[in-house]
T-cell receptor
Framework: DTGVSQNPRHKITKRGQNVTFRCDPI?????LYWYRQTLGQGPEFLTY????????KSRLLSDRFSAERPKGSFSTLEIQRTEQGDSAMYLC????????????FGSGTQLSVL | GENVEQHPSTLSVQEGDSAVIKCTYS??????FPWYKQELGKGPQLIID?????GEKKDQRIAVTLNKTAKHFSLHITETQPEDSAVYFC?????????????FGPGTRLSVLP
């Protein structure tokens, strides 16, 4: 069990650029979640996958955000035409279906949009 | 939707003293309440959780209590140690179609002074 892995750890980009983050969940976990965390706040739910199916999306997730989980393994989160308000920590978490509540988080990707 | 409030936002205690963090939730349908510890540069780590059919749960120096009638739950840390210094988040899970909707509180920064 190597834990949830996220890459890159840090990303600095200019406004208007596209960025993509990757999450590798714990291998036997079939559920994968993306959260966003801003300074001084708790994580905010963005979207959730069970295997390869994206089952739920938050209203926070604008059309510029898209997430995929091909083959039900790793997941990517893409932000198009980044805005300064997108600056945040993007956290990925995974869980087993059997113990769905127990979320295991990665260390996150810190995005800074200049 | 669910709203989770958390108090205090910062807490300083002397090593060896106890620390208590309190959370309230708004949706009476919430049925699962985890607590997460987040250290600098890391993702949140689950430290203890409680289901709505249980009033109290203890794990060594940490305990969680739940009052469903008042819709509040608390984290208790006894015999605090410097390594307990971190940001602590409570969360409430509201069942929805997929049972995956977690709402996090804004966090409490705990400092344990040696």
């Amino acid at each position: 069990d190597t834990g949830v892995s996220q890459n890159p750890r840090h990303k600095i980009t200019k406004r208007g650029q596209n960025v993509t983050f990757r999450c590798d969940p714990i291998s036997e976990h079939n559920r994968l979640y993306w959260y966003r965390q801003t300074l001084g706040q708790g994580p905010e739910f963005l979207t959730y996958f069970q295997n390869e199916a994206q089952l739920e999306k938050s209203r926070l997730l604008s059309d510029r955000f898209s997430a995929e989980r091909p083959k039900g393994s790793f997941s990517t989160l893409e932000i198009q035409r980044t805005e300064q308000g997108d600056s945040a920590m993007y956290l990925c978490a995974s869980s087993q279906a059997r113990t769905a509540e127990k979320l295991f988080f990665g260390s996150g990707t810190q995005l800074s949009v200049l | 939707g669910e709203n989770v409030e958390q108090h205090p936002s910062t807490l300083s205690v002397q090593e060896g003293d106890s620390a208590v963090i309190k959370c309230t939730y708004s949706d009476s349908a919430s049925n699962y309440f985890p607590w997460y510890k987040q250290e600098l540069g890391k993702g949140p780590q689950l430290i203890i959780d409680i289901r709505s059919n249980v009033g109290e749960k203890k794990d060594q120096r940490i305990a969680v209590t739940l009052n469903k009638t008042a819709k509040h739950f608390s984290l208790h840390i006894t015999e605090t140690q410097p390594e307990d210094s971190a940001v602590y988040f409570c969360a409430a899970r509201t069942p929805d179609n997929y049972g995956q909707n977690f709402v996090f509180g804004p966090g409490t920064r705990l400092s344990v002074l040696p």
